[in-house]
T-cell receptor, first 117, second 114 residues
């Protein structure tokens, strides 16, 4: 089955530690995204990547880092510089329409809930 | 600037009632796309519909229907004969035509009471 997997489902981190959240997709999508969701809030874009070896900052990139070495994978590292990392993290991917270039729906993984102890 | 407003934070209705979720958007682009996503308690967002700015036809899919009105910048979502399984958070979202970045509203939490 095609889809997006995220691991782990729950993650606990001590203050001052870096942690990496995994996101893998087998949909052959070019674009991948990371969002953060806080209670009662919508999704806020952290980073996105439209092609391999290239990525751009979203609205709240400070304290986070990403890499895109393979089309299928887009891991997110939450660094110790992120002051309030406790949140629900969602990864998504979308195909790229070569004609319209935009407006494609995004497909989401099941999410990772990160808690800082 | 682009913005999506879902003024209803939380709605509760009794099963089998109809319910409408409001969505108002702001954009200066002439080409844009509107979306609705459902987030059940499991957390994963489920895509429901995409509409482009040139297609104002209303859409019906089973018990779900969407009303897109450019004159009022609204893209409302109606569930007819609601069921308990419809309980979720629903997000309206907007994307401009130049890339796939999506801006989400803050969501409406819908409770369907048995």
């Amino acid at each position: 089955d095609g889809g997006i997997t995220q691991s782990p489902k729950y993650l606990f981190r001590k203050e001052g530690q870096n942690v990496t959240l995994s996101c893998e997709q087998n949909l052959n999508h070019d674009a991948m995204y990371w969002y953060r969701q806080d209670p009662g809030q919508g999704l806020r874009l952290i980073y996105y990547s439209q092609i391999v070896n290239d990525f751009q900052k979203g609205d709240i990139a400070e304290g986070y880092s990403v890499s895109r070495e393979k089309k299928e994978s887009f891991p997110l590292t939450v660094t110790s510089a992120q002051k309030n990392p406790t949140a629900f993290y969602l990864c998504a991917s979308s195909a790229r329409d070569r004609v319209s270039r935009g407006g494609n729906e995004q497909f989401f993984g099941p999410g990772t809930r990160l808690t800082v102890l | 600037a682009q913005k999506v407003t879902q003024a209803q934070t939380e709605i509760s209705v009794v099963e089998k009632e109809d319910v409408t979720l409001d969505c108002v958007y702001e954009t200066r682009d002439t080409t844009y796309y509107l979306f609705w996503y459902k987030q059940p308690p499991s957390g994963e967002l489920v895509f429901l519909i995409r509409r482009n700015s040139f297609d104002e036809q209303n859409e019906i899919s089973g018990r779900y229907s969407w009303n897109f009105q450019k004159s009022t910048s609204s893209f409302n979502f109606t569930i007819t004969a609601s069921q308990v399984v419809d309980s979720a958070v629903y997000f309206c979202a907007l994307s401009r035509g130049r890339d796939d970045k999506i801006i989400f509203g803050k969501g409406t939490r819908l409770h369907i009471l048995p």
